[in-house]
């Protein structure tokens, strides 16, 4: 986890990875934040997940409780109804202090990356912003198969978000999608091809969506989608074209079972 100041009034967090050490991190960055930004003038948070492949799920869950205070996190649902396994906010977690919340995900945002975008979006605690994520949202199990014979890697259950989207193969559509401008040299390789793409993939009905742009300029002046968040939390944010366009908060973010 890295974190600073964006221009004084803004609290920039990114996320490369979920390992045992993130959530703290996380917290630490929150709490440093608050004590450095003075309330009156502080924005809010970008959490930078993008190009973040996943990891451990207990962290992504703790990373959301960090930012809501009840509700659904996310579920894991196997073949039967017994197989299925909620996990629920602690009203202790939150201590975001009600601050927005801006999270920014693009075609490399798989796993833990896409349970965070989507609980966050479905409580609407966060505005989403980026390219679709990469939809992988399959639980799967290591098997030892004994001596040297290696490993079975079997499916055992899918996630899904508070209001019961399903992430295989479909990912999280961003609220804002916003494309970057891609150097010459890159186009045509910056896309992942995404979960729904990978040969022997566990199918996911008829609306199964490929990949997205998954560049991230490294020159943050020329980072649109940075540059949105920031936007977005001033309350200066104007749709440029087309690929800019929000949805319509009631149509994009269905209703979380309480």
């Not at 948070?45 to 990373?63: A, E, F, H, K």
């Not at 804002?176 to 091809?193: A, F, N, R, S, Y």
């Not at 993939?201 to 540059?227: C, R, T, W």
């Amino acid at each position: 986890v890295r974190s600073h100041k964006q221009d004084e009034d803004i609290g920039y967090i990114r996320i490369s990875q979920f390992n045992e050490e993130t959530s703290e991190g996380l917290r630490s960055a929150i709490q440093k934040f608050q004590q450095e930004i003075p309330a009156d003038k502080f924005r809010g948070y970008i959490v930078d997940l993008r190009n973040n492949p996943g990891g451990l799920l207990d962290q992504s869950i703790q990373v959301v409780n960090s930012f809501i205070d009840h509700g659904e996190i996310v579920s894991t649902r196997g073949r039967t109804a017994d197989e299925t396994q909620r996990y629920n906010a602690r009203a202790s977690g939150d201590i975001s202090r009600g601050k927005p919340v801006v999270v920014l995900i693009n075609g490399g945002s798989a796993s833990a990356s896409e349970i965070v975008a989507g609980a966050l979006q479905d409580h609407k605690r966060a505005t989403i912003i980026g390219t679709r994520s990469f939809g992988k949202g399959s639980v799967q199990t290591i098997i030892p198969l004994g001596g040297n014979n290696g490993a079975l890697r079997l499916t055992t259950a899918r996630y899904y978000t508070p209001s019961g989207r399903s992430i295989q193969a479909k990912g999280i559509d961003p609220d804002i999608t916003i494309l970057q401008d891609v150097p010459d040299e890159l186009k045509g390789k910056d896309d992942t091809k995404g979960e729904a793409s990978l040969k022997g993939h566990l199918k996911n009905g008829e609306d199964e969506k490929s990949g997205s742009q998954a560049y991230v300029p490294p020159d943050a002046k020329k980072d649109k989608q940075l540059i949105a968040a920031a936007d977005v939390l001033r309350g200066k944010f104007k749709p440029q074209n087309t690929a800019e366009q929000s949805k319509p908060a009631e149509a994009s973010k269905p209703k979380v079972p309480n």
